[in-house]
């Protein structure tokens, strides 16, 4: 059963430049929630993905944005990077309805803007 | 306002001690979940428990036990007989049901052998 993933695992941007994330989903998981963590931090919420739209979004501005695929894998899209964009994306799956809605996390991409 | 705080920033800890993680949160919501995560140096955040906010019995897994106190919101975590395995940042998080994980800032243990 594969678990959640994330490519590429490290990225490293100049300040302006634009970057995608990408994330697969644990197998039968239809839900996608993308997290940043900046260094010893903990997670922040960006944004989650349902049925191919945005469901909640955290307090990020409109330089992040996301999309969901029909097969529930997603993407996250960082414009004009700042050097404060400088973090680990980790993407979460789970089951939106189901009674356990426990979020699994993938391996995370860390992202350098230089 | 949801909020999650790990008031440890460090715990440093001697093999084969008992450790406890403390957690304390604040939600104005009558349903929902909490959860602790473990996050060893690779960074993958690792599930370890998630309990719902109806059910306050202690649950006990090997060498993991967690205790939920809804009458002073907190949820604390106990490793009993550390091992340098245990090495990790942990955190605890707070949801509404289907919602965004509410993270605290982490508890970085270190078990030295």
């Known amino acids: 059963d594969a678990g959640v993933t994330q490519s590429p695992t490290h990225l490293i941007k100049t300040r302006g430049q634009q970057v995608t994330l990408r994330c697969s989903p644990k197998?039968?998981?239809?839900?996608v929630s993308w997290y940043q963590q900046a260094l010893g931090q903990g997670p922040q919420f960006i944004f989650q993905y349902y049925e191919e739209e945005e469901r909640q979004r955290g307090n990020f501005p409109d330089r992040f944005s996301g999309h969901q695929f029909p097969n529930y894998s997603s993407e996250l899209n960082v414009n004009a990077l700042l050097l404060g964009d400088s973090a680990l994306y980790l993407c979460a799956s789970s089951l939106l309805l189901a009674d356990t809605d426990t979020q699994y996390f993938g391996p995370g991409t860390r992202l350098t803007v230089l | 306002a949801q909020k999650v705080t790990q008031a440890q920033t460090e715990i440093s800890v001697v093999e084969k001690e008992d450790v406890t993680l403390d957690c304390v949160y604040e939600t104005r919501d009558t349903t929902y979940y909490l959860f602790w995560y473990k996050q060893p140096p690779s960074g993958e955040l690792v599930f370890l428990i998630r309990r719902n906010s109806f059910d306050e019995q202690n649950e006990i897994s090997g060498r993991y036990s967690w205790n939920f106190q809804k009458s002073t919101s907190s949820f604390n975590f106990t490793i009993t007989a550390s091992q340098v395995v245990d090495s990790a940042v942990y955190f605890c998080?707070?949801?509404?049901?289907?919602?965004?994980?509410?993270f605290g800032q982490g508890t970085e243990l270190s078990v030295k052998p």
């Open positions: 197998s039968g998981h239809d839900t």
């Open positions: 998080a707070l949801s509404e049901p289907g919602g965004k994980l509410i």
